[in-house]
């Protein structure tokens, strides 16, 4: 049995907004995997303990770039919230994304590798990132990138933190439109058939739980299972959701009557998926304490 920590339990409760003793029972439950006690939780407390999923922690800058039908998504990371809004920092991001476009590197070592100087740093944009660490004393990196090209593309970038691609035929107004829903709406997929395998077992996994606690008979439970599952297929797939500037119609009836064809989407929010050391601040300024009442 794996040993139940308060920070685990603390780590937990912040993701989830679970009670304590919740969060240390389904812990316990799940043997101290936490997506598995999330899962708990949301049996147990319905969909609020999914915060998880929208709480972002790591910081950083979503930038794009578009040149000639060709097209860049890039996620730049760093440590604060501070240095995102730093201008050499939004430059190296910028200029990333063209160098996307202009030289369609490999992966992220390719291209560190590419030719670029700013601020007095260079010749290759890996250098520029190790200088601009050293001048601002804050780590940085090139987490992920897209190139598009092929298809017609329509860019949305919300703030700093959220950027869309949207590849289309058809009107661009149309596609805007749709890039923003994205944005809005974070589906995970174009049509209900291309949801994830992985996601729609967890979905079914949780709906289960939640039928067998239900005491329902078994035919009835099925049904329940499967209903879930269909709401929730619904409600991340693009083209069944409603379009968010009319809930009227759905996102593929929209795009049907601007005569428009959207082929696909890339979604990315900074930090999605990264762990972001939770500092215990309490513990930190207690041990200053004893630490400068031990000198004195």
């Known amino acids: 049995m794996a040993a139940i920590t308060a920070s685990m339990v603390a780590e937990l409760r912040a993701k989830t907004d679970a009670p304590m003793m919740e969060c240390k029972k389904a812990l316990t439950e799940a043997d101290g995997d936490m997506a598995k006690a999330e899962e708990v939780l949301r049996v147990k407390l319905g969909t609020k303990a999914g915060k998880a999923a929208s709480r972002v922690t790591a910081e950083g800058v979503v930038a794009a770039a578009a040149q000639g039908g060709v097209g860049a998504l890039i996620e730049v990371n760093c440590e604060t919230d501070f240095v995102t809004k730093n201008d050499s920092f939004l430059a190296l991001a910028q200029a990333a994304a063209k160098l996307i476009v202009e030289h369609n590197p490999a992966d992220v070592a390719a291209l560190g590798a590419l030719p670029y100087s700013q601020d007095g740093f260079g010749p290759t944009l890996e250098e520029v990132r190790k200088g601009l660490i050293g001048k601002i004393g804050e780590n940085m990196s090139f987490r992920r990138f897209k190139r598009f090209s092929g298809a017609k593309l329509a860019t949305y970038l919300h703030g700093t933190r959220i950027g869309v691609v949207v590849e289309y035929d058809g009107d661009e107004t149309a596609a805007k439109d749709v890039a923003m829903h994205v944005a809005a709406m974070k589906p995970v997929a174009l049509t209900s058939a291309d949801v994830p395998a992985e996601l729609i077992e967890r979905e079914r996994s949780v709906a289960t739980a939640k039928a067998a606690e239900s005491g329902k008979p078994a035919d009835i439970a099925a049904k329940?299972?499967?209903?879930?599952?269909?709401?929730?297929?619904?409600e991340v797939s693009l083209f069944n959701q409603p379009f968010v500037k009319n809930d009227k119609q759905?996102?593929?009836?929209?795009?049907?009557?601007?005569?428009?064809?959207?082929?696909?989407?890339?979604?990315?929010?900074?930090?999605?998926?990264?762990?972001?050391?939770?500092?215990d601040f309490a513990a930190e300024v207690a041990a200053q304490v004893a630490a400068a009442q031990k000198a004195g």
Do not use: C, R
């Open 224 to 234: 329940m299972i499967e209903g879930s599952v269909q709401k929730y297929l619904k």
């Open 250 to 279: 759905t996102v593929e009836q929209m795009l049907k009557a601007a005569s428009t064809t959207v082929k696909g989407f890339t979604l990315y929010v900074v930090g999605e998926g990264i762990e972001k050391k939770v500092d």
